[in-house]
Nanobody
Framework: QVQLVESGGGLVQAGGSLRLSCAASGRTFSNYAMGWFRQAPGKEREFVAA????????YYIGSVKGRFTISRDNAKKTVSLQMNSLKPEDTAVYYCAASIQVYSNDAREYAYWGQGTQVTVSS
């Protein structure tokens, strides 16, 4: 069992930065791939980024490559998403999730989810 709690969301102007964090509880955190997803109003949940348990594999959706960076600290049981050069289209509720798979961009592979944190980017 893994419990996830996100933090770090907020309101920022376009071009600004935010850092999202996700704290996990439970054992064997390093066995789980971690992902970030987002859901904008009226849209389906969208994959953003994923990182394997040993941080060797990273995966980003094309629209955030070069702007977002996913990282993790297995000792602290945390995963972070550094978001730079934010755009209004990045506005969404952001969720972190844990998967027993090596890593995945498919939400169906993620068994554990946080409650989400709102990110709003104003133009």
């Amino acid at each position: 069992q893994v419990q996830l709690v996100e933090s770090g969301g907020g309101l920022v102007q376009a071009g600004g930065s935010l850092r999202l964090s996700c704290a996990a509880s439970g054992r064997t955190f390093s066995n789980y791939a971690m992902g970030w997803f987002r859901q904008a109003p009226g849209k389906e949940r969208e994959f953003v980024a994923a990182i394997s348990g040993n941080s060797r594999r990273l995966y980003y959706i094309g629209s955030v490559k070069g702007r977002f960076t996913i990282s993790r600290d297995n000792a602290k049981k945390t995963v972070s998403l550094q978001m730079n050069s934010l755009k209004p289209e990045d506005t969404a509720v952001y969720y972190c999730a844990a998967s027993i798979q090596v890593y995945s961009n498919d939400a169906r592979e993620y068994a554990y989810w946080g409650q989400g944190t709102q990110v709003t980017v104003s133009s």
